[in-house]
């Protein structure tokens, strides 16, 4: 089936800095990545759609200058967290999917990046 | 915005049992689908349910989707032990670009 690899998993860094987090799709080519963000016990909040060679699309209230999306092959999307603060704390997670099979497939998921920041 | 609803928000049952997930949506639809999270992992694809589709079936899974009540049910039969994690229902949109809303999610317990 269908692979997607997010790195790194776990992240803890100080205020301030920058953390970048990589999705990669490995046996497909994902025309499409999306990026969530989840809080503990709660669903997945979609944060931006990524497609490959254009500029992601963010959904309303995330700030695109924060969460600076690059999606720059069809196996890679990156999200970087600039200027982290605590309050950025979560557990962020790419999925991805080829469009050119179809609306009716599945979204493939990475394993989640867990970042904290102190 | 989260457009879907799920209940019950949490569920604990005994191994063997069955246990029923429900979710309700709000929009047209393409397709919904059901996934399944372990605690802190990712989200693992179940089934997918296009929106013409009534009843689907997937070894123990049991999904049932009706368009005029905007709700879906996935059922799992002879739960184990190992069926504990978090089952989040997903609706697709018509002409979202194949985004995802994802339900609150239910949260099962099953007791060995």
């Known amino acids: 089936g269908a692979v997607v690899s997010q790195h790194p998993s776990w992240v803890i860094c100080k205020s301030g800095t920058s953390v970048k987090i990589e999705c990669r799709s490995l046996?497909?080519?994902?025309?499409?990545m999306f990026w969530y963000r989840q809080f503990p016990k709660q669903s997945l909040m979609l944060m931006a759609t990524?497609?490959?060679?254009?500029?992601?699309?963010?959904e309303q209230g995330v700030e695109k200058d924060k969460f600076l999306i690059n999606h720059a092959s069809l196996t890679l999307s990156t999200l970087t967290v600039t200027s982290a603060h605590p309050e950025d704390s979560s557990f962020y997670i790419c999925?991805?999917?080829?469009?050119?099979?179809?609306?009716?497939?599945?979204?493939?998921f990475g394993d989640g990046t867990r970042l904290s920041i102190l | 915005s989260q457009q879907g609803e799920e209940d019950p928000q949490a569920l604990s049952i005994q191994e063997g049992e069955n246990a029923t997930m429900n979710c309700s949506y709000k929009?047209?639809?393409?397709?919904l689908q059901w996934y399944r999270q372990n605690s802190g992992r990712g989200l693992v694809h179940l089934i997918l349910?296009?929106?013409?589709?009534r009843e689907k079936h997937s070894g123990r899974l049991r999904v049932t989707l009706d368009t005029s009540k905007k709700s879906s049910s996935l059922l799992i039969t002879a739960s184990r032990a190992a069926d504990t994690a978090s089952y989040f229902c997903?609706?697709?949109?018509?002409?979202?670009?194949?985004?995802?809303?994802f339900g609150q999610g239910t949260e099962l317990s099953v007791k060995p």
């Open positions: 999925s991805a999917r080829d469009l050119r099979r179809g609306d009716n497939q599945p979204q493939h």
């Open positions: 046996d497909f080519q994902a025309t499409t």
């Open positions: 990524s497609n490959e060679g254009s500029k992601a699309t963010y």
């Open positions: 929009t047209s639809i393409n397709n």
């Open positions: 349910i296009r929106s013409n589709e």
């Open positions: 997903a609706t697709a949109p018509g002409n979202q670009g194949g985004k995802l809303i």
